[in-house]
């Protein structure tokens, strides 16, 4: 049972565009999201989160938006840079702080000069 | 360090053998995971420790893995009579009390052959 589902596996974006990254859940005891990021050989490296309460946070070139009546999310990246190159999780905690994560399958973002 | 540590880094092991991977948290975090990632899969949640807590080991995926954590400090998963389904990349990662966004370590690639 995927509770957190990102659909698409890859998304090739040139420099300077928009990046677009979506993820969908199903739990709706769900109230916190949270992005990551990961580059090969490494471990997840936070990147930003959003609390059920907001429909937008927003940090330098991230902006994550909640969708909570459709239980989506997407994570925008503007302007997008090859350093950006990286595989992006999205995951969910039922309760800030107490609960576990749980994790999407991922979405590799390629960011071509 | 200031970081979550893992070790070994690498792991090969024969079929069968049993196997101990350990954790480093941050010093002074309540929380700790363990996450696996199959080859070309998402972080699959194995087990969660939350303080003094009776830890949540619905993520794992048989008998053969067991995990503990003495206070707030080291972790190990053992893995015994390991099978090649159990190659992966384990990832442990760590947080405070209250604070969801969990800082993970770079992660043991184990491979059975």
């Known amino acids: 049972d995927q509770q957190v589902k990102q659909n698409s596996p890859s998304l090739s974006v040139q420099e300077g565009r928009i990046s677009i990254l979506n993820c969908d859940y199903t739990n709706s005891m769900f109230d916190y999201f949270l992005w990551y990021k990961k580059y090969p050989a490494e471990g997840p490296t936070f990147l930003i989160s959003i609390s059920s309460i907001k429909d937008k946070n927003e940090d330098g070139r991230f902006t994550v938006f909640l969708n909570k009546s459709a239980k989506h999310l997407s994570l925008h990246i503007v302007p997008s840079q090859p350093g950006d190159s990286a595989v992006y999780f999205c995951a969910a905690s039922g309760r800030a702080g107490f609960q576990k994560l749980v994790f999407g399958t991922g979405t590799r973002l390629l960011v071509s000069p | 360090g200031a970081g979550v540590s893992q070790s070994p880094s690498n792991k090969v092991t024969e079929k069968g053998k049993d196997v101990e991977l350990r954790c480093d948290p941050i010093?002074?975090?309540?929380?700790l995971y363990w996450y696996r990632q199959r080859l070309g899969q998402g972080l699959e949640f194995l087990i969660y420790?939350?303080?003094?807590?009776?830890?949540?080991k619905s993520g794992l995926p048989s008998d053969r893995f067991s995990a503990e954590r003495t206070g707030e400090s080291v972790s190990t998963l053992t893995i015994q009579r390991t099978q090649q389904e159990d190659s992966a990349v384990y990832l442990c990662?760590?947080?405070?009390?209250?604070?969801?966004?969990?800082?993970f370590g770079q992660g043991t690639r184990l491979t059975v052959v």
């Open positions: 420790f939350q303080g003094n807590s009776a830890p949540d």
């Open positions: 010093s002074g975090h309540t929380a």
């Open positions: 990662a760590s947080s405070p009390l209250g604070f969801s966004s969990a800082f």
